[in-house]
């Protein structure tokens, strides 16, 4: 896939969900205000800040877009990685909210008038969001794109704090106000965990964490023809721009021609085996005690 392509379906997606975002906001702010429902408002807020994401991903998404250059000779790709992580801080930001919300119900804080149309509200707004979150997930494996994938996290947590807010109504139209503040007790865990597996792997990609197994990258290329050992292999960055760096041993009589050969087959057995390899770098260190190969000599000789 071509990075301009993936760009701009990754922008495509982000402004579809932003107006989701912005729709599903203005109706939780609209209608908690008229009944007075500090919960809805509160989730209206919460839905703001998805949209304040998605900004942030656009523009994120447009810097990783741009090809390299003098100051980020290796492209501007780790802009989105950054943007992932914001997003798994945004959500830690949102489970203590919830903290916050539950406390003030557990004192008796603020008893809505509740009314069908709160649960209709809240009722679309979650049909709303699970939508969002299956197509955002759907297309962030089709691009590749750890963003979307994050952001797809943080809409499907939106479900979870919705769910909250409507077990709170229900609790208060009830009279078991307890259950608001159990519920939200629940989710802020949930949430918690979401944030920790999107806050780790953007942490791993932007520390250089190993993105293939060494081992397995070296049985590949200790299978091309003229390596006699792989001494070292080095990989980082996320899944779709992958980055490997590599130290083979190599017979001393090899000619700058052969391991240009060499190195050829070496890269196109790797992306054969290996999705997302956009660099694949191969420091060749000659063996001057090799077994004498006298075919290899010839050739040296002849070229």
């Known amino acids: ?39 809805m408002v509160a989730d209206g807020v ?16 447009a810097l990783a877009a741009r090809p390299a250059d003098e100051d980020h000779p290796y492209g501007h790709r780790r802009f989105e ?10 959500l830690l930001v949102t489970g203590w909210e919830i903290i916050q919300g539950s406390i003030g119900r557990l004192s008796g804080e603020g008893v ?20 969002v979150t299956v197509y955002e997930r759907a ?37 078991w106000r307890w259950m608001d503040a159990a519920a939200a007790i629940v989710v802020v865990g949930l949430i918690a965990i979401v944030a920790w597996r999107i806050m780790r792997r953007a942490a791993d990609i932007l520390v250089d964490r190993a993105a293939l197994n060494p081992a397995d990258v070296a049985g590949v290329v200790q299978s091309v023809a003229g390596i006699e050992q792989v001494a070292r292999v080095r990989s980082r960055g996320p899944d779709d721009d992958v980055q490997v760096d ?13 391991s240009d050969a060499i190195a050829r087959e070496v890269r196109h057995r790797l992306r054969d085996q290996f999705e997302g390899l956009t660099d694949i770098q191969i420091n060749f260190v ?18």
């Open 46 to 61: 919460h839905s703001s800040l998805d949209a304040t994401s998605n900004i942030i991903g656009l523009v994120s998404n």
């Open 81 to 90: 990685t950054l943007a992932s992580l914001i997003i798994g801080g945004a």
């Open 246 to 258: 590599l130290d083979v041993r190599i017979a001393g009589p090899t000619t700058a021609q052969h």
């Open 286 to 303: 000659p063996v001057k005690n090799s077994p004498h190969d006298l075919a290899l000599q010839v050739r040296a000789e002849a070229d």
């Open 139 to 175: 297309a962030g494996k089709r691009l590749k794109s750890e963003l979307l994938l994050a952001d797809a996290e943080h809409t499907r947590s939106d479900i979870l704090v919705s769910l909250t807010v409507l077990a709170s109504l229900v609790a208060v139209a009830l009279g």
């Open 1 to 39: 896939m071509q990075i301009q392509t993936r760009h701009s379906g990754i922008q495509r997606v982000l402004i579809l969900t932003l107006i989701a975002n912005i729709a599903v906001a203005a109706a939780k702010l609209v209608i908690g205000l008229l009944t007075h429902s500090l919960a």
């Open 112 to 131: 809505p008038e509740i009314g069908p149309m709160n649960f209709v509200v809240m009722i679309a707004t979650i049909g709303i969001n699970l939508a």
